[in-house]
């Protein structure tokens, strides 16, 4: 399952991500907005982050103006690896390399059609392990307290 989110300015990104998941029978959850009304991005952001923290989605795509605010409040959530994305190389490494969990993605920086492609990437792009896990557990101890 994958958790969808955006506020208004992501709105036209998610509405294209929605539809590239139901065409290639991709279940999602849907956390909203729903219109092109404005609203803040934090409580979306914080509802698709649990929904990944907690183990009822697989991963998290969070759309806003920029992917920025999204990712950082994605990022308060224990357990989060958010990361925006822009291009095709940043999406396929932030999976390799960081064990990224939430992609985020910017309606003001990138078109639909490049949402699609970043997100079919990444979904499909595995983590390399090896060095980077060491790497990735060191986040996870810097969230604990430990690093």
């Given at each position: 399952m994958i958790a969808l989110g955006?506020?208004?300015?992501?709105?036209?990104?998610?509405n294209a991500v929605k539809q590239y998941l139901e065409e290639n029978q991709i279940p999602y959850r849907d956390f909203g907005t729903m219109t092109e009304d404005s609203i803040d991005y934090a409580p979306v952001a914080v509802q698709v982050a649990r929904s990944v923290a907690g183990g009822e989605s697989e991963k998290g795509i969070l759309c806003c103006g920029t992917g920025i605010g999204m990712s950082i409040a994605a990022n308060k959530v224990k357990g989060i690896r958010a990361s925006v994305c822009t291009d095709a190389f940043c999406a396929e490494m932030t999976?390799?390399?960081?064990?990224?969990?939430?992609?985020?993605?910017?309606?003001?920086?990138?078109?639909?059609?490049q949402a699609v492609e970043l997100t079919r990437?990444?979904?499909?792009?595995?983590?390399?392990?090896?060095?980077?896990?060491?790497?990735?557990?060191?986040?996870?101890?810097?969230?604990?307290?430990t690093l």
């Open positions: 955006c506020d208004h300015g992501g709105l036209a990104l998610k999976r390799r390399h960081n064990n990224s969990n939430i992609l985020c993605m910017g309606g003001r920086v990138i078109t639909p059609e990437i990444y979904l499909a792009t595995p983590f390399d392990g090896g060095r980077h896990e060491r790497r990735v557990n060191q986040i996870a101890e810097i969230e604990n307290g």
